[in-house]
Each structure stands twice: as structure tokens, then as C-alpha cells.
């Protein structure tokens, strides 16, 4: 955590600022502070998260990119059969298709999305490839696959028995009904992350609502919903019920908050209360999770039970989210 003093220190910058009419340029103060600091942070979603720091947290520490950080762990999580809401064992749409969705986003704004991505393992690797060898931002579906492909991904079956024995219930039990998926499997990860050389990047990949309609898309592939970055304020994730967290452009709002000033977790809690206020009738979970220039890091949510997990000062720790209701 965050020590108080720490954040007494980078809000009297700030605020110094606010009081006197002089505008910091918010680049120069957090370079200067992270150039003193050198601390590395990883922080991202949910209990998973955990695992997945860890090796993002050995690149950070060998002074690798935050962006070879974000992108190899999130790995972890796409390739574990275990988590039912990411990559391998992804429980599928409502015809038994597992579909994935992920997105990426480096210090200098570049971006890289797929979408309805099937039958490959590491969407995010796709997500890294489109941003870094295309004139596009996203690619979906069948053209996101035969990019994949071509460029040496192999095709894989990502239904496991596992998913399969859960999509058979779920047929099963909700007849089938086109509106109903499964509002309690939704633990995307979304992981952003701060380097030694003081730059931000992110990721943020999942197999979205399980038993979804075909071709739904949530947040987690769209920038500005599922994933924000700027590498002279900070970053920000999301993860919950993406139809709502599209509404607001969730992670992007939470970036714009910390720019003009508010913590991570005001920042995030911003992003909360507006979902709230918007999004009649919302009854799911939301959350989010950010990080700013300085390694100050936060996240607030909807509901209780969110957790993030935050790797800084060599301690790899799982967080109870702070919460509205
Ligand atoms: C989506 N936001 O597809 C994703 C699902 C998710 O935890 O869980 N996030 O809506």
C-alpha cells in the first residue's frame, strides 16, 4: 500500500498547484517523482491476479516494459483451464462457442484489440500484434483469426469438459433463454502496470458473460471501456458487466479523473457513482482498478467482493475493493 506519507507528498505537489494558480505540468512532476521512487507496481484483477503478478513482476523487476509485463502476465490467466471467465476454459456462448475478447495498450497510446476471437489461446498476444504490426486498432472474428494464423498462432479447442458439463447445465436448466447468461461468471482479468523507466501500459482479456448471446462483445476489448491508458496521468481497468461499464467508457473516465487530480480509488469510485447514477436498473457488479504516474494505486466497485491484487515493494498481496453498497 501506498504509504500516507508517500501520498501526502504527491497530493501537496498537486495541490500546491491548485492553491496558488500555478499549473503543474503533470508529466514533469510524476516523471520526477518516479525517477527518485524506481518502484515498479503491478496490480490487476481479482483473486487470479495474484498469479499472474508474479510474472509480470520478475519482468518489472529485470527492467522490462511494462508492456512485456501486462501481456505475459496476463497470460497466466488465459492459459489456466481452471478460470471459467479468461481464455482456456472460457465457458462459451449460449451455441458452445468459447469467444474471446482482449485488448492492450502501451506508453505512447498505441492500442490493440480483438474481439469474437475463437480457438485461439492468447487473444492478448493477438490483441499486442494488431496494434504493433496493422494500421488498426481491432480486429473481430474470422479476420481476427486468420490474422492470428498467419502471423504463427495455432488453433486450439478451448472448450474443456469442465465448461462443456456447465454449458450443458445451463441449457438445461434456462431453456436456452436468449437474455439470461450467466451474470456470476464474469472474473475478467484486467492488469496495468508501472516500470522502472516510469512508463504505464495495460491489458485486459476474457471470455466475457458465460453462455452469452453469439457474438456479444463487452468492455473488456473496447479502449476506453475495458482499458485506459496515458502514460503521463496513469491507467485503468475494468471488469463486471461490460454492457454497463460501456456506457459510461468506464476506464477512460477513471484516467480523466486522476488527471484532474483525484487519487486512484476517487478516480475509480467516479466511475462507480456515474455507472450507478446512468445505468438504470443495474443490479450486476462493476469495478475498477487503477494506477497512476506516481504508483499510487486504487480500486472501488459497485458491490462487496471485488478484490484486486497489487505487487509493489516485493509484496504480491490480494485487496478487498472498497465498494458503494
Ligand atoms: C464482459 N467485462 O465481457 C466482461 C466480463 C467480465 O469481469 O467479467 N469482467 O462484460
Known sequence: MVSRRKFIISS??????????????????????????????????????????????????????????????????EADPNITSVG????????????????IMDENCNAGSVAFLKNIMHPISVARLVMEKTPHVMLVGEGALRFALANGFQKENLLTAQSKAAWEKWIKENNYTPYKPDE??????????LDKNGNLSGACTTSGLGFKMQ??????PIIGAGLYVDNEVGAATATGLGEAIIKIVGSHLVVEQMRMGKSPTEACKVAVERLLKKVKGFSDIAGFIALNKQGEYGGYSTNFGFQYAVYSEGENKLINSEFAK
Not at 482456456?88 to 485488448?103: F, M
Open 12 to 77: 501537496t505537489v498537486v495541490g500546491a498547484g491548485l492553491v496558488t494558480g500555478f499549473k503543474p505540468d503533470i508529466k514533469d512532476v510524476g516523471f520526477s517523482i518516479n525517477q527518485q521512487q524506481n518502484q515498479p507496481v503491478v496490480i490487476s484483477t481479482w483473486q487470479h491476479g495474484i498469479e499472474a503478478n508474479e510474472v509480470a513482476w520478475e519482468i518489472l523487476l529485470d527492467n522490462g516494459r511494462a508492456l512485456d509485463a501486462v501481456e505475459q502476465g496476463v497470460r497466466v490467466t
Open 88 to 103: 482456456y476454459g472460457g465457458y462459451p456462448d449460449r451455441d458452445g462457442n468459447v469467444t474471446l475478447d482482449a485488448c
Open 184 to 193: 456470476k461468471n464474469h472474473d475478467t482479468i484486467g492488469m496495468i502496470a
Open 215 to 220: 457474438g456479444r462483445i463487452g468492455d473488456s
